[in-house]
């Protein structure tokens, strides 16, 4: 079964927001005692806030450490899950299901486990056939 990034997009919450927030704990938890009973978590984690970030580029020999992450937006990168789905469709299924989709948003991106495949392209053909 191949597996599924979701990246947990949220902005960058005021301390009254935060409580708000909490109280969804609940669903979380729930979320992931589904899933690992289905056997389909594979990972997740939160992240520290974005003031804990460095940015590392090399250019021209030259590497460069800048604090913070590399684009400065109103939503942060908060965490992450990695779900082993059946197939994009219920991966984004599962995505929609995020408490932090209501305020924030859910990147999917399938994982490429065999670097010649492109799970992209195999989905347009698939469509197309």
């Known amino acids: 079964m191949p597996n599924y990034m979701m990246l947990l997009y949220s902005p960058e919450t005021p301390t009254a927001e935060q409580a708000d927030h909490a ?6 938890i729930a979320l992931n005692e589904e899933w690992e009973r289905a056997g389909s978590l594979v990972a997740n984690g939160r992240l520290y806030p ?3 970030a460095t940015t590392i580029r090399t250019r021209d020999g030259e590497t460069e450490l800048t604090d913070g992450p590399f684009a400065v937006t109103k939503e942060i990168l908060a965490g992450y899950y990695i779900l082993a789905c059946a197939d994009l469709d219920e991966a984004l299924k599962q995505a929609e299901r995020f408490p932090i989709a209501r305020y924030g948003s859910v990147e999917v991106r399938p994982i490429m486990d065999d670097p010649t495949k492109n799970p992209v392209g195999d989905r347009a053909a698939a469509a197309a056939a």
């Open 50 to 52: 974005v003031s804990s």
């Open 23 to 28: 109280t969804e704990m609940p669903k979380w």
